[in-house]
């Protein structure tokens, strides 16, 4: 466990057979409920493929960031798998369950700006992100933009708790590196992030 800034890092905290069976999971959860690409509030293209699992969703486009009941095509969003959940229960919280799973997935040249997860209404609820596939820069600031950042390595299998000190900070993605793991077979990296909504 490595602590960084208040952001608290378990490096290969996923076995492999449990990454295959999250894949699985996100998998069925991406067929009820497919990848968009959200519109930011400038109107430009996000470069990360979203979708969500759980009551609420992640959704962005010209009116801003929220969360929403619906994917857009109208069906309600999966639930949250019970392998996601596990993982919540272990290093989130016991105390209840989160509302929501945002599934990012970045492709080839996909990277997410240094940004702060304050979309939630209680910020003592931690955020968590679980990592699988290629491997990827994590950049991590501090609560204000302008705070000096740096970035970290984050691998397939490895959790990350965005919560105390750490849980209005920025963070971000700088690149991938794609096709640096085998597990998703056309290379690419899938995030979860799991949020306690309202
Ligand atoms: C996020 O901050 O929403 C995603 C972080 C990541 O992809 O590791
Ligand atoms: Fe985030």
């Known amino acids: 466990m490595i602590e960084d800034r208040g952001f608290i890092i378990h ?18 959860v991406a067929a009820a409920a497919p990848f968009f690409s959200p519109e930011t509030r400038g109107g ?7 979708t969500s699992a759980g009551r609420y969703g992640w959704f962005s486009d010209r009116r801003g960031y929220r969360y929403v009941e619906r994917h857009p095509s109208g069906v309600p969003w999966p639930p949250i798998p019970e392998s996601v959940l596990a993982l919540w229960r272990t290093y989130g919280s016991r105390a209840r369950d989160p509302d929501c799973c ?32 290629d491997p990827a820069r994590f950049r991590m ?7 000096p950042s740096r970035s970290i390595p984050l691998e397939s ?5 965005i919560g105390g000190a750490a849980r209005l900070s920025y963070h971000g993605i700088d690149r991938i590196a794609f096709g640096g793991s085998r597990l998703l077979p056309k290379g690419g990296r899938i995030n979860l992030t799991l949020r306690v909504v309202d």
């Open 11 to 28: 490096q290969g905290a996923i076995p492999a057979d449990a990454q295959e069976r999250l894949v699985a999971d996100i998998r069925a």
């Open 44 to 50: 430009r293209r996000m470069s990360v493929r979203m």
């Open 102 to 133: 945002l599934v990012n997935y970045y492709g080839a040249g996909a990277k997410m700006g240094l940004h702060r997860d304050a979309d939630e209404a209680d910020f003592s609820w931690p955020v968590l992100s679980i990592s699988l596939g």
């Open 141 to 147: 600031g501090g609560p204000e933009r302008s705070d």
């Open 157 to 161: 299998g490895d959790v990350v708790v």
